[in-house]
């Protein structure tokens, strides 16, 4: 069964940096999207930004472009998501997720909504300080 560890949360001021790290393990598959997902008390979880493993194919939220940084280390099979200039608003519990996917070689698309996603791990809480 696949399994999901992600790290790398904490608490930083505005305009600070982080690196939260998901580590994947426990699958076989070839294709497959991680996604970085965030849930901030009283919102719906949203997408952040996501990358897949045959062509490295990113999305990010509009929110977070320029800002945050998706990026693979396939021989450890961990995903890194760099925050940069954060934000107060960017306070969430950030969650990493895992989807088997074939993707279309005619689009840009990479999985990027919750329900997309089968598998998850634990949170980790970034708390941005003004």
């Known amino acids: 069964e696949v399994q999901l560890q992600a790290s790398g949360g904490g608490l930083v001021q505005a305009g600070g940096s982080l690196r939260l790290s998901c580590a994947a393990s426990?699958?076989?598959?070839?294709?497959?999207?991680i996604g970085w997902f965030r849930q901030a008390p009283g919102k719906e979880r949203e997408g952040v930004s996501s990358?897949?493993?045959?062509?490295?194919?990113?999305f990010y939220a509009d929110s977070v472009k320029g800002r945050f940084t998706i990026s693979s280390d396939y021989a450890r099979d961990t995903v890194y998501l760099q925050m940069n200039s954060l934000k107060p608003e960017d306070t969430a519990v950030y969650y990493c997720?895992?989807?088997?996917?074939?993707?279309?070689?005619?689009?840009?698309?990479?999985?990027?909504?919750?329900?997309?996603?089968?598998?998850w791990g634990q949170g980790t809480l970034v708390t941005v300080s003004s």
């Open positions: 426990g699958f076989t598959f070839d294709d497959y999207a």
């Open positions: 997720a895992f989807t088997i996917t074939v993707l279309n070689p005619y689009s840009d698309y990479v999985p990027r909504h919750s329900y997309e996603y089968d598998y």
């Open positions: 990358i897949s493993s045959s062509d490295g194919r990113t």
